[in-house]
């Protein structure tokens, strides 16, 4: 049977099609709508098909969820490789399970469409990874006519939490990322760079820091200047090497599509956002991938509470549909 694909951008109608996810080959340029892992070594394109009939697929192994007090033991084990490597940061990540009907996804994903207008929201299903669904705010990069659009995003607050003022962490963690796409920009000899910001940027049960970068591409490729900027220290860290290494020693389960690349690129255009606020869906359980940024001042419990906050994203959502 053949796979499906379902997703809504900002601003424009939902899109739904039939067909089938194409492994690429490494060398390979991607032209339509794509998915992909955290390092981009698993990339997938979505070509459309004549197929009238889809169905659901699903994974039979399922994610490793780290218990609070195995969290925290992980925890320390990435602080001590950041400490010992003099990193900046590492992005360090769990899985949820929560009970979910897999025939409830299509309402689940009407739900975030509506809850969250300013995200990428999909769902989409393929043999080659099972079933996925998102809401996800940030961008990696939007270019049209050689004009290049993207933000810096970093630290989270909850509702309760909106008056109260960023700390010097959470600060200085969003302009790691800033830095870090400035540096970019510069080696790939982009032009005219802008950037604006940081300033408060709502995502639903949460808020971010964020900054809007823009740039003139030059006449590269969107998925060049793609593929250097991602994985962003917002997902991985800094180093980035460093960082995924770390990440790869240390959190026990895979981190499947959860921190790729979803959206749309071809030679001279591209939209495509970084997948967080997501989850794997199996027949009878949702998997949410929830990552936070440590750097050596970090505190497990407070990065754990963070991570409960970013599950609302979706929770809140499956929630109402059981109401």
């Known amino acids: 049977m053949a796979d499906r694909l379902i997703y809504r951008y900002p601003g424009k109608e939902v899109t739904e099609a039939i067909g089938f996810f194409r492994k690429l080959d490494s060398?390979?340029?991607?032209?339509?709508?794509?998915?992909?892992?955290?390092?981009?070594?698993?990339c997938y394109q979505f070509v459309e098909s004549k197929d009238r009939e889809a169905s659901w697929h699903f994974l039979e192994e399922r994610p490793y969820c780290m218990?609070?007090?195995?969290?925290?033991?992980?925890?320390?084990?990435?602080?001590?490789?950041?400490?010992?490597?003099?990193?900046?940061?590492?992005?360090?990540?769990?899985?949820?399970?929560?009970?979910?009907?897999?025939?409830?996804?299509?309402?689940?994903?009407?739900?975030?469409?509506?809850?969250?207008p300013n995200a990428l929201v999909y769902l989409l299903s393929s043999e080659l990874f099972g079933t996925w669904i998102g809401a996800t705010p940030e961008i990696l990069m939007e270019v049209h006519?050689?004009?290049?659009?993207?933000?810096s995003l970093a630290g989270t607050r909850d509702e309760?939490?909106?008056?109260?003022?960023?700390?010097?962490?959470?600060?200085?963690e969003q302009q790691v990322v800033t830095d870090y796409i400035e540096e970019v920009s510069k080696r790939k000899q982009l032009s005219d760079l802008e950037i604006v910001g940081p300033y408060d940027y709502d995502a639903g049960p949460v808020s971010h820091l964020r900054s809007d970068i823009s740039a003139q591409m030059n006449g590269i490729s969107p998925w060049e200047v793609a593929s250097s900027l991602h994985p962003t220290p917002a997902v991985a860290?800094?180093?980035?090497?460093q960082s995924l290494s770390l990440i790869d020693s240390v959190e026990p389960h895979k981190r499947g599509l959860y921190t790729g690349l979803i959206g749309f690129v071809d030679d001279e255009s591209a939209r495509l956002?970084?997948?967080?606020?997501?989850?794997?869906?199996?027949?009878?359980?949702?998997?949410?991938?929830?990552?936070?940024?440590?750097?050596?001042?970090?505190?497990?419990?407070?990065?754990?509470?963070?991570?409960e906050n970013k599950s609302?994203?979706?929770?809140?959502?499956?929630?109402?549909i059981a109401e």
Request: aromatic share 12%; charged share 25%.
């Open 145 to 151: 006519r050689d004009y290049l659009f993207t933000i």
């Open 67 to 116: 218990s609070a007090r195995e969290y925290y033991l992980q925890a320390h084990e990435l602080l001590n490789g950041i400490n010992l490597m003099q990193m900046d940061k590492a992005v360090f990540s769990r899985v949820k399970a929560v009970s979910f009907e897999a025939s409830q996804a299509e309402k689940l994903f009407d739900e975030l469409e509506k809850t969250y």
């Open 312 to 320: 609302k994203t979706i929770l809140n959502c499956v929630k109402r």
């Open 237 to 241: 860290g800094y180093p980035q090497d």
């Open 273 to 307: 956002y970084v997948n967080l606020r997501c989850a794997q869906i199996q027949e009878e359980a949702l998997f949410l991938y929830l990552g936070g940024g440590y750097t050596p001042q970090s505190i497990p419990e407070q990065e754990w509470i963070e991570t």
């Open 27 to 42: 060398k390979e340029q991607p032209h339509g709508f794509v998915v992909s892992n955290l390092d981009l070594s698993d």
């Open 160 to 172: 309760q939490e909106k008056s109260r003022e960023w700390t010097a962490k959470e600060k200085w």
